[in-house]
């Protein structure tokens, strides 16, 4: 007898799922999609055409979070859609031995129990690299810079999941409708017109930190169009680190049927001196003299990054001694990026696949960390209390290899 009461609208098979005559694991899910949404007062569950699963890192979610993700391999649990994952807290090739060596039994149990209901073996924090999504398509994303990306760059809709809910969504399909999953809740508050020219990544992270930090409610960037891909992406990667904003939309570049402007906009201006503010507030200045962790790949680079970042190296003898030059990559990138990853690993850069430190832990801290990512700046000096700077990837390589 289904004991398990809800107000929202079911369909028969979903009634089904929430009843068990799909199994346990799916009937746990559903629950916890039923509980979420009728919080969030949805009215009904959606399909979704893909799940990113984040919170996968054991570092971060320990023997509870092993546990809860054993449970539902063990029961049974088997995804019944396209599903990719968020990095994990190692090394998958272990060519680093940068983190901490305790991690690996923990995590490979998780990647095994993902991997046996049926995740795509991704361990990757840019999934719209594995699979691009569509305008108004509906998702159930984890990992704040990917909802980021396919709401204010594809126009997708997906909320800002967290690791169960979006393992939930996995295992049944659906996910609540609720929050960007409706248009009207889409709706632009602010219009953001930047008074000055944002040169490189850099810059563009500075003002993803600063307007995710002093934004609430959806805002419309003017003038993103004359920036490109690595930009955007750093920029929202840091206004989502900073803020919880899920979409930005891109004036000239969100699709335009996926948002609404509301009724009444204010305009906000910002100047270089704010910014210039922030950057001082966040970044210290670089100095490389001590044991220095330059990281470059968050979020992960794509295939044509790591290509520019290999053509820019090549051009330089080595990593200068002191200088541990860390850049990560999806766990699923391999054949199409080795001719790359040889040039680099020549040059004394070590690619990670598949993790990020800031999912992990040092085995040794660094004394400074030297970045061109707001959002790793963001976590590395407030999670791990490190010494950080921010510089653009030409500045860095410039100060950190031997001619
Ligand atoms: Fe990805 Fe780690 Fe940055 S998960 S977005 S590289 S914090």
Same mark, same amino acid.
């Given at each position: 007898m289904?004991?398990w009461?809800?107000?929202?609208?079911?369909?028969?098979?979903?009634?089904?799922?929430?009843?068990g005559?799909?199994?346990? $694991?799916?009937?746990?899910?559903?629950?916890?999609?039923v509980?979420?949404?009728?919080?969030l007062?949805?009215?009904?569950?959606?399909?979704?055409?893909?799940?990113?699963?984040?919170?996968?890192?054991?570092?971060?979610?320990?023997?509870?979070?092993?546990?809860?993700?054993e449970k539902?391999?063990?029961?049974?649990?088997?995804?019944?859609?396209? &599903?990719?994952v968020?990095?994990? *807290?190692i090394?998958?090739?272990?060519?680093?031995?940068?983190?901490?060596k305790?991690l690996?039994?923990g995590?490979?149990?998780i990647i095994?129990?993902?991997e046996?209901?049926?995740?795509?073996?991704?361990? #990757?924090?840019?999934?719209y690299?594995?699979?691009?999504?569509?305008?108004?398509?509906? =998702? $159930?994303?984890?990992?704040?810079?990917?909802v980021?990306?396919?709401?204010?760059?594809?126009?997708?809709?997906?909320?800002?999941?967290?690791?169960?809910?979006?393992?939930?969504?996995a295992?049944?399909?659906?996910?609540?409708?609720?929050?960007?999953?409706?248009?009207e809740?889409?709706?632009?508050?602010?219009?953001?017109?930047i008074?000055y /020219?944002?040169?490189?990544?850099?810059?563009?992270?500075?003002l993803?930190?600063?307007?995710?930090?002093?934004?609430?409610?959806?805002?419309?960037?003017?003038?993103?169009? &004359?920036?490109?891909?690595y930009?955007?992406?750093?920029?929202?990667?840091?206004a989502?680190?900073?803020?919880?904003?899920?979409?930005?939309? =891109?004036?000239?570049?969100?699709?335009?049927?996926?948002?609404?402007?509301?009724h009444s906009?204010?305009? !906000?201006?910002?100047?270089?001196?704010?910014i210039?503010?922030l950057?001082?507030?966040y970044?210290?200045?670089?100095?490389?003299?001590?044991? #220095?962790?330059?990281?470059?790949?968050?979020?992960?680079?794509?295939?044509?990054?790591?290509?520019?970042?290999a053509?820019m190296i090549?051009?330089?003898e080595s990593?200068?001694?002191n200088?541990f030059?860390?850049? #990560?990559?999806?766990?699923?990138?391999?054949s199409?990026?080795?001719?790359?990853?040889?040039?680099l690993?020549?040059?004394?850069? !070590?690619? $990670?696949?598949?993790? *990020?430190?800031i999912?992990?832990?040092f /085995?040794?801290?660094?004394?400074k960390?030297?970045?061109?990512?707001g959002?790793?700046?963001?976590?590395?000096?407030? =999670?791990h209390?490190?010494?950080?700077s921010?510089?653009?990837?030409k500045d860095?390589?410039?100060?950190?290899?031997?001619?």
């Amino acid at each position: 007898m289904n004991l398990w009461c809800t107000l929202m609208y079911l369909s028969r098979i979903e009634e089904k799922m929430l009843s068990g005559e799909y199994g346990e $694991a799916i009937q746990l899910a559903m629950k916890i999609l039923v509980k979420v949404g009728e919080s969030l007062g949805a009215e009904r569950l959606v399909e979704v055409n893909h799940v990113h699963i984040s919170g996968v890192s054991y570092s971060n979610i320990g023997d509870p979070g092993l546990r809860f993700i054993e449970k539902l391999a063990e029961i049974g649990g088997s995804f019944r859609v396209f &599903t990719t994952v968020n990095p994990t *807290c190692i090394d998958l090739f272990g060519k680093t031995d940068i983190f901490s060596k305790d991690l690996i039994a923990g995590q490979m149990r998780i990647i095994s129990a993902l991997e046996k209901m049926g995740a795509e073996p991704t361990y #990757t924090c840019i999934p719209y690299s594995i699979r691009k999504p569509l305008p108004n398509e509906h =998702l $159930a994303w984890g990992e704040s810079n990917a909802v980021a990306m396919a709401n204010s760059y594809y126009g997708a809709r997906t909320n800002r999941e967290g690791g169960p809910l979006t393992i939930a969504s996995a295992l049944t399909g659906r996910t609540y409708y609720a929050g960007l999953h409706i248009l009207e809740n889409r709706d632009v508050k602010y219009r953001v017109k930047i008074e000055y /020219k944002v040169v490189d990544e850099a810059e563009a992270s500075i003002l993803g930190l600063y307007i995710g930090d002093k934004i609430n409610g959806i805002p419309l960037v003017e003038n993103a169009e &004359t920036w490109n891909f690595y930009m955007i992406k750093e920029f929202l990667a840091s206004a989502a680190a900073t803020g919880n904003h899920a979409l930005i939309v =891109l004036d000239n570049i969100t699709p335009r049927d996926t948002y609404i402007i509301g009724h009444s906009i204010e305009n !906000i201006l910002i100047d270089q001196r704010e910014i210039k503010n922030l950057y001082n507030k966040y970044s210290s200045t670089p100095d490389i003299s001590g044991k #220095t962790l330059v990281y470059i790949g968050c979020p992960h680079l794509s295939v044509g990054e790591l290509r520019h970042v290999a053509n820019m190296i090549s051009k330089y003898e080595s990593v200068k001694e002191n200088v541990f030059f860390l850049i #990560t990559v999806p766990y699923s990138f391999t054949s199409e990026i080795e001719r790359y990853v040889e040039i680099l690993r020549s040059k004394g850069v !070590i690619v $990670a696949y598949g993790t *990020c430190p800031i999912v992990s832990k040092f /085995k040794d801290k660094p004394d400074k960390v030297l970045t061109n990512s707001g959002k790793a700046l963001f976590y590395l000096s407030k =999670l791990h209390g490190l010494e950080v700077s921010l510089l653009g990837l030409k500045d860095i390589i410039r100060r950190v290899m031997t001619q």
